[in-house]
């Protein structure tokens, strides 16, 4: 009779922030353009305001930040509908 020794798997080392704060992984860079994007549009509002900017500038700077926002939410739908997707796999 021959007895082989198991070998139980280790578990993946976990991963946490990048080093400069900012979230891990292709998600975090995604919030983080979507954000910067933000800003940008908060920034041609506040200089429409101040008579330094126009308003077509700030229009479009507007529209693009609605439309990175409805991406960012669109992945996080889907992030999350895949999870749940995911837990509720009877093994």
């Not at 990048?18 to 919030?31: C, E, K, M, S, V």
């Not at 509002?45 to 991406?71: C, N, P």
């Amino acid at each position: 009779m021959r007895v082989d020794v198991l070998v139980p798997d280790a578990a993946a080392p976990p991963r946490g922030p990048a080093p400069d704060g900012a979230p891990a992984g292709a998600f975090g860079r995604l919030l983080d353009a979507a954000g910067a994007i933000l800003d940008g549009a908060d920034r041609a509002e506040a200089s429409f305001a101040a008579h330094r900017g126009g308003l077509q500038e700030m229009v479009v700077e507007r529209a693009r930040a609605d439309i990175a926002l409805q991406v960012a939410v669109s992945a996080a739908q889907r992030t999350a509908q895949s999870l749940s997707t995911l837990l509720a796999t009877q093994l």
